[in-house]
């Protein structure tokens, strides 16, 4: 099993490889490099290559259904568009080849819907497919931003703030929505196999909050407009309600005899920390004047999303991929590596966006190469690591 897998984590190490790229550019830069196409590849890879590609892939395993036929090749096919996105975006941003790759590949995840909720046994009656099922109505709701953009832009709007605004709304839903949702599947999975109780009624408050939160929430992001204070309101109930969520997560899984390995304990107390501070920052953002604090520093707003994407997100993927024992790390070097990675990068963009030095850049690109590096381990850990899934043989 572990070699479906492995091609998630070669996304990773490859989207992570881009984003090195782009630091070094800040310090030397290079003439035959577009930033902004290239900037395009690098979300794209990390988002849909490596993120919702590790979700999709666990569910498949997760759910038993790597067995029938129809997914194994609707994985592949993704797999060869991904692969096309990878070369076109860094070539021609979003030209007709992205544009049509990124719309086959949406089309392919509707449809891995449509057959999840016909094949995926137990209905909402297991938090872990119920989460996964809310996980990829959200992807279907939130691909309708792309789709919005070609509208826009054949309008005449493709520097409008409604332009922006469904980007935003795009990777809100994303990364507040799809990706939530589906690290809580994986977990959820995670406790049903290790016969933890996982109490129904606090599971579904947990994510009735969640998703309650959601649309709300979404106005913080269109704050950058300057609309009217109701969208600050707004967005600011949306916090609330997230952050209470955030607090019966803490509360069901608090009272869990959960016994972690080591490492995995470290990277999963550092996700759940960084959703956390999320939870907050949004809290605060909902302020006029920071949100415009948050409009005018850009390195801010890429910590913001990198707290979400590395620290939450993706640190939450690696602890599960250990504990699953699809990753198995003997030495603490690669862990050591990631988390100093993170949290240089971290510092190091806060503090840029409040002091103006030269060193900032040399600094981030250092402490990008540092987590890039463990990255890479990881992924070799998965190639060379001998176990599977527990209770799923490997095909």
Known sequence: MNKQFRIPFLFLVVGGSIGLLLRWHFLSPFSWLNYSFWLHGHSHIMFLGWILNFLLTAYLFNFLLWEKRRYRLLFWLNQVLLVGMLISFPMQGYGVVSICLSAAHTFCIWLFTVWFFKHASDGWSSPSIGCARISLLLFAW?????????????????????????????LHFQYNG?????????????????????????????????????????????????????????????????????????????????????????????????????????????????????????????????????????????????????????YSQPLLFVVTGFLGTELVMVFSGFIVSNIWSLLLFVFSLVLLAGLVIFALRVSIGGASIKGISDE
């Open 178 to 330: 799809v990706f939530v949702f589906g690290v809580l599947s994986l977990w959820f999975n995670w406790m049903e196999r290790q016969q933890l109780i996982v109490d129904s009624t606090q599971s579904r408050r947990l994510y009735v909050l969640l998703l309650s939160s959601l649309f709300p929430s979404y106005f913080l992001s269109t704050l950058w407009s300057q609309p009217p204070i109701v969208f600050n309101v707004i967005g600011f109930i949306g916090a609330s309600l997230q952050l209470l969520a955030f607090y019966y997560f803490i509360k069901l899984i608090w009272v869990r005899d959960v016994q972690l390995k080591r490492y995995s304990g470290i990277l999963i107390r550092i996700a759940i920390a960084s959703f956390g501070l999320k939870c907050l920052l949004q809290l605060v953002s909902a302020h006029p004047a920071v949100a415009q604090l948050a409009l005018e520093s850009r390195p801010l707003l890429i910590a913001y999303l990198h707290l979400v994407l590395i620290g939450s997100i993706s640190f939450s993927l690696l602890a599960w991929s250990i504990e699953m024992e699809l990753v198995i790390l003997r």
């Open 142 to 170: 939130a691909s309708i931003g792309p789709f919005l953009l070609g509208m826009l832009k054949a309008n005449g709007l493709g520097h409008s703030p409604w332009y922006y605004n469904v980007v935003y709304y795009y």
